[in-house]
């Protein structure tokens, strides 16, 4: 079986974000979604940013603990949601290709699509 992934891209008018720390997230996910930001040249500021990340992510508990789904949602000053991703194992994680792989091999190709290579004509 395959992983479940859904995308909706970070609208073009955001150039800023703020990445809100989740603290029972036990991965490096921020500073996933932060590099992946600035490399596609968003600005990553603590403070007055067009639009605040919110992120989770939860883990299957098993030898090597791998990623069973996660979610980043993308916030504009009026709370209104301009980008989302999310990513789901299968329910029987053995049929997935994604098991073995790192949680940065999982997520960085799915936040390359939340986050979209910014024009730089723009």
């Given at each position: 079986?395959?992983?479940?992934?859904?995308?909706?891209p970070t609208e073009?008018?955001?150039?800023?974000?703020?990445?809100?720390?989740?603290?029972?997230?036990?991965?490096?996910?921020?500073?996933?979604?932060?590099?992946?930001?600035?490399?596609?040249?968003?600005?990553?500021?603590?403070?007055?940013?067009?639009?605040?990340?919110?992120?989770?992510?939860?883990?299957?508990?098993?030898?090597?603990?791998?990623?069973?789904?996660?979610?980043?949602?993308?916030?504009?000053?009026?709370?209104?949601?301009?980008?989302?991703?999310?990513?789901?194992?299968?329910?029987?994680?053995?049929?997935?290709?994604?098991?073995?792989?790192?949680?940065?091999?999982?997520?960085?190709?799915?936040?390359?699509?939340?986050?979209?290579?910014?024009?730089?004509?723009?």
């Amino acid at each position: 079986m395959e992983h479940t992934v859904e995308v909706e891209p970070t609208e073009q008018q955001i150039q800023s974000v703020c990445v809100k720390n989740n603290p029972k997230v036990k991965i490096p996910f921020d500073a996933y979604i932060k590099d992946v930001a600035k490399k596609n040249g968003y600005e990553v500021v603590n403070k007055n940013c067009d639009a605040e990340v919110e992120y989770i992510a939860l883990r299957y508990f098993d030898f090597h603990a791998p990623l069973a789904n996660a979610t980043v949602t993308v916030l504009d000053k009026d709370n209104d949601q301009v980008g989302y991703m999310f990513y789901q194992q299968p329910r029987n994680m053995w049929t997935s290709d994604d098991y073995f792989k790192s949680n940065e091999e999982i997520l960085v190709p799915i936040l390359e699509s939340l986050f979209p290579e910014k024009n730089s004509n723009l």
